[in-house]
């Protein structure tokens, strides 16, 4: 069974407004892994944040971890139409043998000039 | 990172037939995967293909239906066996990188079986 959800399944923004995406887990995990995918090609690797870790950067990208809870999201800033894809969180579950994801269900984001 | 490439880009099937995905990376790598994403999905795990041995199914994914090669740390195969409409999907393969199993994709093939 998968064990990310992602919230919410699509989300409508204009250019220029920041798009927030959470996910939320079921199991400790090693780490948690930000994939894009545009119109059902490959995945683009995001961001990669530890467990131990509370937040990252990555240019207009900013991803959180609370472990506590079991969540994290996906922020995108001043967003632009060429980030209108498919966002999908993916854990690295401890003890989950093989060093497997487990992916999230997505988040389809669109971007309207 | 690591630079994946996979062929065929896509294809259309007949029921019945076989179609083998090959998945090329640039770099040595232990760990190679096969994915599974139906039409409007997610993604799911179909095997770990490691090298030197047989590959790691998971649940609900047999070796005779998905037979997975891996004769060297920089290239696989999977192949879709008696292929059925319902194989129609994009199959991604990819590769973790590093302590921390940062994980890298190929383009995925596209196929259709009618």
């Known amino acids: 069974s998968q064990q990310g959800e992602e919230d919410p399944q699509a989300l409508s923004i204009q250019e220029g407004e920041n798009a927030t995406m959470n996910c939320s887990y079921k199991?400790?995990?090693?780490?948690l892994q930000w994939y894009r995918q545009n119109s059902g090609r490959g995945l683009v690797h995001l961001i990669l944040?530890?467990?131990?870790?509370r937040e990252k950067h990555s240019g207009r990208l900013r991803v959180t971890l609370d472990t506590s809870k079991k969540s994290s999201s996906l922020l995108i800033t001043a967003s632009r139409a060429a980030d209108t894809a498919s966002y999908f969180c993916a854990t690295d579950a401890r003890g989950g043998g093989y060093n497997k994801l487990i992916f999230g269900a997505g988040t389809r984001l669109a971007v309207h000039p | 990172s690591a630079v994946i490439s996979q062929k065929p880009s896509r294809d259309i099937c007949q029921r019945g037939t076989s179609l083998t995905i090959q998945c090329q990376v640039d770099s040595q790598v232990t760990m190679m995967f096969w994915y599974r994403q139906q039409p409007g999905q997610s993604l799911t795990l179909i095997a770990t293909?490691?090298?030197?041995?047989?590959?790691?199914?998971e649940s609900g994914f047999v070796i005779d239906k998905f037979p997975i090669s891996r004769p060297n740390l920089t290239f696989s195969t999977l192949t879709v066996s008696n292929m059925s409409p319902e194989d129609s999907s994009i199959y991604l393969c990819?590769?973790?990188?590093?302590?921390?199993?940062?994980?890298?994709f190929g383009p995925g093939t596209r196929l259709t079986v009618l």
């Open positions: 293909a490691n090298q030197g041995s047989e590959a790691t199914y």
């Open positions: 944040i530890r467990s131990n870790e």
């Open positions: 990819s590769v973790g990188i590093g302590s921390y199993n940062e994980q890298f």
């Open positions: 199991t400790s995990i090693n780490n």
